[in-house]
């Protein structure tokens, strides 16, 4: 088969690689369409080194949609079929630690063990190929009514979920989310879905426009302060949710102060270099911070909310290459060329 491999920080290739064979409990799946994430960019970067990957030559990718084309025999007694369409994610845990019993599995205590947890596309194989090989618990049934390009996008769809999961958005809550880009605009259709009263987004450019096209409230940070524009926009108290979708030095600095009092802040960006909280205001007004990795059971409730509308995975995707063409989507997705947000490759 065909596959990206990646044979040291930004040094990849097309290579030829055997097609993996399914064991005990695992699929092999065509791979009609994986999305490009902002993990991936990071990992192919060499920015998370000898942890995503452990090591090179290695073949990324995570967010990805296909078709059964071999099944072990585990899996065939659970009810999987050559030709069965599905849709990935990336944790496959051990099952049985004391987070994963409690159905925090992407918190797998025994994460790092390939015999017991992979990460696919982080520290095990990933989707940027013709076939991949998955376990079935992290492999999910694709309804027919989302197409592959779509199905491609559940997986940040099930992370927005989550994220929105752990700011605890209740119904009425006003929501302020950071960083306008696919997670970001994801996480604001899950807010609205939990329940949001309103929704704003803060950011810059030709995401914030879409931002404001897809219904939501928007501040732009090159205005002013966006502390001070957020304080402005909810009558002085501040966010009940803030949901930091960027990860940067700056929205964590903005992140407490912008909160009401006893208000939450999740943050799903990963960041690369150390951040300040004012942990003196965090103690005072009882605000909380939480963080959030990957998601823990969202895929099977997200599928049919892209399925209905309500979180508009496809609305995001802008482009389609073919994976000999991966230089080029890449480029494409790190430089957001004509308003890149997701990029689809089609192996």
């Known amino acids: 088969m065909k596959a990206l491999v990646v044979s040291a920080p930004n040094t990849f290739s097309i290579e030829e690689l055997p097609r993996p064979e399914p064991g005990h409990d695992e699929v092999v799946a065509r791979v009609c369409a994986v999305s ?84 696919y596309g982080h520290n095990h194989q990933g989707s940027f190929a013709e076939y991949v090989l998955h376990g079935v618990k992290s492999i999910f049934r694709l309804p027919d009514s989302i197409d592959f390009a779509t199905g491609a996008v559940v997986d940040p769809a099930s992370i927005a979920l989550h994220t929105a999961n752990r700011g605890e958005v209740s119904p009425g809550d006003v929501v302020v989310v950071f960083g306008p880009g696919p997670v970001g605009l994801l996480v604001a259709d899950a807010a609205r879905v939990k329940g949001a009263a309103r929704v704003i987004v803060v950011g810059r450019g030709q995401r914030l426009k879409q931002a404001e096209t897809m219904g939501n409230e928007v501040i732009d940070f090159e205005d002013g302060d966006p502390v001070a524009a957020i304080r402005e926009a909810t009558g002085g108290l501040g966010a009940d949710v803030i949901l930091d979708c960027a990860g940067v030095t700056e929205t964590f600095s903005w992140s407490i102060p912008a909160l009401r009092k006893g208000g939450r802040a999740a943050a799903v960006g990963i960041p690369v270099q150390g951040i300040d909280i004012d942990f003196q205001e965090l103690v005072l007004y009882e605000k909380e ?36 063409e991966f230089a080029t989507a890449l480029e494409t997705f790190n430089e957001r060329i004509d308003g890149a947000m997701k990029v689809i490759v089609e192996p």
């Open 36 to 119: 490009i994430c902002g993990t991936d960019s990071h990992l192919i970067a060499g920015h998370y080194p000898e942890f995503w990957p452990p090591s090179f030559p290695f073949t990324p990718g995570h967010e990805w949609a296909g078709e059964l084309v071999a099944v072990g025999p585990g899996a065939a007694r659970l009810g999987w079929a050559v030709g069965d369409r599905v849709c990935g994610t990336s944790h496959d845990p051990c099952g049985y630690c004391q987070q994963c019993v409690e159905g925090r599995y992407n918190l797998c205590e025994n994460y790092g063990n390939k015999d017991l947890h992979r990460q």
């Open 289 to 324: 911070l939480v963080g959030v990795r990957a998601s823990a059971g969202e895929m099977r409730h997200v599928l049919p909310l892209i399925a209905d509308g309500r979180i508009r995975a496809k609305d995001l995707i802008t482009h389609r290459f073919p994976l000999d």
